[in-house]
């Protein structure tokens, strides 16, 4: 019997990807990725959370993309299905940007969504 492979809950570009493992070579050894998450706040209602994880709490999401280990918080999930995680920086900024086709708005600065 054939095995299918689901999709993933959350995808990286390769710029993401590359930004993780930087960010991991620098962290505490015992650091195994990064966990991402949502949380209240912002003027449109919700905000991105990343945080380093040193291993999968009960009921997480974990995904493995392009030789990285990103862990979802379990409340996320259902708000995080979907999201291509990216990084973007130019001369003034960088950051951890998220393509989530599940968001309805998103307020004028960037830094939070409604769902």
Same mark, same amino acid.
């Given at each position: 019997?054939?095995?299918?492979?689901?999709?993933?809950?959350?995808?990286?570009?390769d710029?993401?990807?590359d930004?993780?493992?930087?960010?991991?070579?620098?962290?505490?050894?015992?650091?195994?990725?990064?966990?991402?998450?949502?949380?209240?706040?912002?003027?449109?209602?919700?905000?991105?959370? #990343?945080?380093?994880?040193?291993?999968?709490? %009960? *009921? $997480?999401?974990?995904?493995?993309?392009? /030789?990285?280990?990103?862990?979802?918080?379990?409340?996320?999930? #259902?708000?995080?299905?979907?999201?291509?995680? %990216? *990084? $973007?920086?130019?001369?003034?900024?960088? /950051?951890?940007?998220?393509?989530?086709?599940?968001?309805?708005?998103?307020?004028?600065?960037?830094?939070?969504f409604?769902?």
């Open positions: 019997m054939e095995t299918i492979e689901r999709p993933k809950a959350m995808t990286l570009s710029a993401a990807a930004r993780v493992k930087a960010l991991m070579a620098k962290a505490d050894s015992t650091m195994q990725g990064l966990r991402v998450g949502v949380k209240a706040g912002g003027c449109s209602g919700m905000t991105y959370f #990343i945080e380093y994880a040193e291993g999968q709490n %009960d *009921f $997480e999401e974990v995904v493995e993309d392009k /030789g990285v280990k990103i862990f979802i918080d379990p409340k996320a999930m #259902i708000y995080l299905l979907g999201t291509e995680m %990216d *990084f $973007e920086g130019d001369k003034l900024q960088s /950051g951890f940007v998220f393509k989530n086709p599940n968001e309805k708005d998103r307020c004028g600065c960037g830094e939070s409604r769902v």
